[in-house]
């Protein structure tokens, strides 16, 4: 019998100090998981075949998640019992990382986040007047600038993210931000709370994802282009 490949994706949780973890620590994390659980995943080709697996949508270093997916690509013949592979992966995984769900469809599937929402926990009331602003600011439609660090540069640039915040709420201990993700880009966490005056001695605990809204077809950016926000300005 021929084999079938399949995608499956599985969401889980990442919290404690996993949430220092990075994007590729991560994903190698589950690499050696899914080996280890006997998953019969699909390898690229080469000298160093690697299993085809991807986790869609980057987390910044030091933020906990509820929200996390991974793709990975299998290829049998046999019938696929999702709950046996969720406990050997689950089985192979660290304290402080569970899977949450698990499906798997024929062929190839490709995920996109449109959105992406936070909650951050702080210990002491933040400065109302700022985040009042900072939420009219939103409501006006205007640029709203920061300054983003761009590594490869190694310098500082200016950076509006108005195109990529949606929505944001608070009260004396919680702040909630819902973020835009498209082809060009989003916002991180570290510049979100440069924009709200969050400091990370604030904090409670590290900030959580608590949403991510996934699509299969490549979304739009909605924002207005760069050069058109420097008149806007």
Known sequence: MQEKRYTLTADFEVQGRLAYLSHQETLTLFQRAFVRAGL???FS?????????SIPLARSVGTQSS???ICAGLSTDAPIDLQAMSRSVQTQLPNGCRIVDVECVEGKQVFYAAGVEYVFNVSEPPDRDRLTACREALADGGCIE??????KKRKWETFDLSPFVERLEFTDDR?????RVSQAGTVRVDELMQWMG???EMLKEPVRRTAIHWQTDVPQFKGEPRESCQEKC
């Not at 080709?45 to 697996?53: A, D, I, K, Q, T």
Request: aromatic share 6%; net charge positive.
């Open 175 to 179: 702040i909630e931000v819902a973020c």
């Open 198 to 200: 969050i400091s990370a």
């Open 146 to 151: 920061i300054q983003r660090y761009r590594a």
């Open 40 to 42: 019969p995943l699909t």
């Open 45 to 53: 080709g080469g000298f160093n075949p690697r299993p085809r697996m």
């Open 67 to 69: 929200v996390e997916r």
